[in-house]
């Protein structure tokens, strides 16, 4: 079975409770995980997506109170789209009054697009025929009108050739549109994070990682035989080399630096979120790889309040 598309997107925020408040009550995505990030654990990863927390619904954030604001502009991605159904539009539209929505058609769909508190830029794109779909829902967010996973990133690039390049050789993607300045990549018979749309914007200033900013994007492989396969073929075919592979206890990655700056993740789909706690409770204790359980009570105190 081929799984391509989007396996998480990972941004920075500021204060870790007001985005756990705006994700998890807000927009009603499910907290699947929360645990720290393995390489600073001082700090929080917090792991949001649907029900089950499947690839192609994970939205994850580095919270970091003091970080400063990041910059937009090239090498980054710019936007993050979720998918609800088409039926949905007035709900939303009306939920998210405050965040300042704006209404736009792309490729034939209604776009929502707003910015979460740390001026992060999102998206709801409105998709006929998946109200059937599995839905988590979240308080005052009836299932009907839930969020259904990613829609699409765009990334903001100096040039797209090269990165459109490594999308079809690499990911299994394909150009299949294009419109004002974007082409769009599609990952065939991928319906969930099954889009990537380029914009070409030579010359903008490159982008400065911060507050609201993407860390980098997240692809999927089955398991690590497609992995390594990934691998090989951007170091054959496009020169580009990957980091070792490190265990991100959920799934295994390892990371590039893609030719549009860009950095990339290649995710397995195994082993999952219910490694270490059940389905039913995900996301409400806070979670440690073995080797950082020794020192769980001095990392507990350091991290902030959530609620
Ligand atoms: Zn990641």
Do not use: C
């Amino acid at each position: 079975m081929t799984r391509n598309g989007i396996h998480h997107v990972t941004a920075i925020a500021g204060s870790a409770r007001r985005n756990l408040d705006f994700y998890a009550r807000t927009l009603g995505l499910r907290l699947v995980k929360r645990t720290v990030n393995f390489d600073d654990p001082g700090s929080y990863h917090l792991y949001y997506g649907d029900a089950a927390g499947q690839p192609g619904t994970i939205l994850t954030f580095f919270p970091w109170e003091h970080a400063a604001p990041g910059r937009a502009g090239a090498g980054e991605l710019q936007e993050t789209v979720f998918r609800i159904p088409e039926g949905s539009v007035g709900f939303w539209t009306h939920r998210l009054i405050e965040q300042g929505i704006e209404r736009s058609q792309r490729f034939g769909e209604t776009v929502l697009s707003f910015r979460d508190p740390d001026g992060m830029r999102l998206a709801l794109a409105a998709v006929p025929g998946i109200e059937a779909e599995p839905a988590w829902a979240a308080g005052d967010i009836p299932a009907e009108h839930a969020i259904r996973g990613f829609h699409s990133v765009s990334l903001m690039l100096e040039d797209i050739a090269a990165t459109g390049a490594v999308l079809s050789d690499v990911f299994g993607f394909a150009a299949a549109a294009s419109e004002g300045g974007v082409t769009r990549f599609r990952a065939e018979g991928t319906a969930i994070g099954g889009i990537v749309d380029l914009r070409g914007v030579g010359g903008f200033l490159p982008a400065r990682l911060g507050r609201g900013s993407v860390h980098h994007l997240a692809f999927r492989a089955a398991d690590d035989a497609v992995q390594a396969e990934m691998v090989r073929k951007l170091a054959a075919n496009h020169g580009l080399r990957t980091t070792e592979q490190k265990d991100r206890n959920y799934f295994r990655s390892v990371y590039f630096r893609e030719p549009g700056h860009v950095l990339f993740e290649i995710a397995t789909d195994d082993p999952g979120f219910a490694v270490d706690e059940p389905d039913a409770s995900l996301g409400e204790a806070l979670k440690l790889p073995d080797f950082l359980e020794p020192q769980r009570a001095a990392i507990e105190s350091v991290l902030p309040e959530l609620a």
